[in-house]
């Protein structure tokens, strides 16, 4: 009986629901343009002066811009990441921008003691905490079936799922206390998975349905910001991005290429003045949306998009997104279908090159 009802309804739901949503859609539309200019013009935004804002991931890209953009609101700031020295410079930044008070943290975000200690410490110092940024992150560029060393598996999902869990759960009962904000650096990799970063893809999936479920619990009492974007020019998009046991794999020298300016410091203006004035999503660009629709109701379409993009073998070892660099070396071995080219060894090979 069941099987026959899903049968009526697979064949029934699909183009009445188009209908449906055709229809609704400029009431939709008109609504969220009314929502949209209400609140950029009316509702005022949330005014960060003298509150306090933690930032995770914030010595680098992303993290980083969006420090200064809440020092320019004169907000209080608690600067997260493991190299301390990076948070220094910013937070000096940061200060001359407009930001009262910075503490800097050095802190792994997967570790959840050390998430205890910094939101312990922000409390102790500041006494509250009233938006909590997590943009501490690693990407990759390898094809699944490349990776020798599953070591590497749990140390990308831990950065980009548990870094961004920890600190949320031990924050929550202050930021319910200040009826505060968590903002999540999220990518359109959720619904546009591409080539090479499939535990990338996975984690930044996992992310949005973690806090879109959160956001339920959270009711009114926790605003829930995610921002999805697409390619911005940071650490992550140079060469920052491998693991070696435990270790991130490191182009020294593009590592650290000073970034800033460009899409990075607009979106990062875009993210905060989303999260002030309550946004529960923030999108740069906002087009690459249409691609949600390509991967419900045309997959094959990306799928055979891909095919083409990679038919070419050479093209298959330079990386989507933006470091140029190939990820074997110069004359290794060709890559075989099973098997890793990309081993321990090939990894340190490249961080001593
Ligand atoms: N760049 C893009 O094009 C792009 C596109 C889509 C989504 N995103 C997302 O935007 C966010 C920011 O990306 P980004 O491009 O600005 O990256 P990034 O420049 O590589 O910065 C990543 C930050 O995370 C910190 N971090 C990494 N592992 C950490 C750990 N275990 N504990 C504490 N901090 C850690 C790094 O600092 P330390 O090394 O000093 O710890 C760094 O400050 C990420 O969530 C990313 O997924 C970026």
Redesign the pocket.
Known sequence: MMDLINRVLNFIMPPASLVMLTLAWPTLTFINTCEWLYNTYFNSHQDMENKVVLI?????????QIAYQYAKRGANLVL????EN?LRGISENARRLGAPHVLVMA????KEDDCRRFINETINYYGRVDHLV??????HTFYFEEATDSNVFPILMD??FW?NVYPTYVALPYLRESNGRIVV?????NWLPLPRMSL?AAA?SALINFYETLRFEVKDDVGITLAT????G????RG?FMVEEGA?MQWKEEREVHVSGGPMEEFAKLIVSGACRGDPYVKYPSWYDIFFLYRIFAPKVLYWTFQFLLTNGGARRTSF?GTGRPLLLEGSPPRRHVGSSVSSQAFQQQKIE
């Open positions: 995770t991931g914030a010595s680098s890209g992303i993290g980083e997260v990441a493991r190299r990076r802190a792994d975000v997967v997590n943009t501490a992150s690693l990407g950065i980009n870094g650096n999220a990518s359109v990799e990338y930044k974007h697409g390619w911005i940071t650490e992550m998009t920052k991130e997104i």
